[in-house]
């Protein structure tokens, strides 16, 4: 089975800064791993991806997230946030098996202040 | 980009009672899931639907639920009878195919059993 632990649960800051929300995985094979967006009352949103190739993946909204097998970790990163990306950032894993589902964290809420 | 929706937004019934939790995904996308968030916990993997069947599902998915997808309609999850426990929301999500392809999630659908 994976686990996945989101350190942070809740980050604040100001517009304009850079933002770096932390994911830490437990998996023993190949690995899928993605991060998803959840603004209040709506659906999470896809951010990015990553399965294979080259270890940083770019996302949208100027997103990105660097897999660290070594770290068993997939950061993601933004180098200058806006006020819309106040919401809750979840990291989520899968192994091989599509059919099993995604193994989510907590997820860390992002507060962004002008 | 691609919707889910999910209706109703909120449902209320006493317990043992039965409720249908509906989902309209992607139009062509033909893997279906069901996710259970319970406030303040992880969301967590109930089933994954292909094909008309249940190809995967999780210890959660207990003899009283149930999913089925009638004609290309609705993706839907039946409770019967309901228990308090299974109070929470749930996510509703597709994927145009299994392997690395990104998930899609609706809005959730709010469960209260009184």
Known sequence: TQTVSQSDAHVTVFEGDSVELRCNYSYGGSIYLSWYIQHHGRGLQFLLKYYSGNPVVQGVNGFEAEFSKSDSSFHLRKASVHWSDSAVYFCAVRGNNYAQGLTFGLGTRVSVFP | ?114
């Open chain 2, 1 to 114: 980009g691609p919707k889910v929706l999910q209706i109703p937004s909120h449902q209320i019934i006493d317990m043992g009672q039965m409720v249908t939790l509906n989902c309209d995904p992607v139009s062509n996308h033909l893997y279906f899931y069901w996710y259970k968030q319970i406030l303040g916990q992880q969301m967590e993997f109930l089933v994954n639907f292909y094909n008309g069947k249940v190809m995967e599902k999780s210890k959660l998915f207990k003899d009283q639920f149930s999913v089925e997808r009638p004609d290309g309609s609705y993706f839907t999850l039946k409770i019967q009878p309901t228990a308090l426990e299974d109070s929470a929301v749930y996510f509703c999500a597709s994927s145009k195919t299994g392997g690395a392809r990104e998930q899609y999630f609706g809005p959730g659908t709010r469960l209260t059993v009184l």
